[in-house]
């Protein structure tokens, strides 16, 4: 699984006429995962939504991960779920998921880290590393993220208000991902963003996907 560009997604009061091209965009330039991270609306607004970002997605063969609604994950056969700190335990959606799906989940303590691991998570979201509009969350020191990547098997994604510049941050800790908000559904050239953030990010993490 390449986690290297990991688009969540915003909101941002987006018109679908907006916001569904400027996933086809990323998925175009460089995006290698996406989450579809929608904390308002109904159920089923949601879930029609869900199922456009999954036919882009599919169309460019890209996991969709849903955020925190394992319902609607298999509700359109996404590829998984990313499960944060009140949402379900991880051990009980990895029961509700099955062994074939992807399942993410937020840690910010290596005891959090090793617990998630334990219970069946697939990859890790630490963070926020920086400032963040997105989650009103204490930032993560970049010393933990380098603990917990010491410390688990499995794939580490750094989260949280990371944009094109602070990306060398990242340099030798031999992270597997990197997830960008912001920086991508706000950019006003959202192919030249993706395609510059890939850049930075195989600079910064490796040249091949881990």
């Known amino acids: 699984m390449d986690y290297r560009l990991y688009l969540v997604t915003g909101n941002y009061d987006f018109e679908e006429s907006t916001f569904l091209p400027i996933i086809e965009k990323a998925l175009q330039s460089g ?3 996406v989450q ?7 159920t089923r607004s949601i879930y029609q939504r869900a199922l456009k970002v999954k036919a882009l997605t599919d169309r460019y063969q890209v996991p969709l991960i849903i ?6 994950c298999l509700a359109i056969d996404a590829a998984g779920v990313h499960l944060g700190d009140e949402d379900l335990p991880a051990f009980v959606a990895r029961k509700m998921i099955g062994s074939d799906k992807i399942l993410g989940v937020s840690a910010k303590t290596v005891s959090a880290a090793l617990e998630a691991q334990n219970d069946g998570a697939d990859y890790l979201g630490v963070g926020a590393l ?6 009103d969350t204490p930032l993560t020191k970049m010393a933990t993220l380098h603990a917990i990547k010491q410390q688990v098997r499995i794939p580490v994604v750094a989260i949280g208000g990371i944009k094109e510049d602070t990306i060398p941050c990242f340099n030798n800790t031999r992270i597997d991902g990197v997830a960008i908000v912001s920086e991508i559904m706000q950019a006003k050239d959202v192919s ?3 395609k510059a953030l890939r850049q930075s990010i195989d600079q910064a993490l490796g040249g091949e996907a881990k």
């Open 31 to 33: 995006v290698s995962i």
């Open 36 to 42: 579809l991270r929608e904390k308002t609306g109904t």
């Open 67 to 72: 955020n925190d609604r394992v319902d609607l």
């Open 130 to 135: 920086f400032p963040t509009q997105t989650k």
């Open 192 to 194: 030249g963003k993706v």
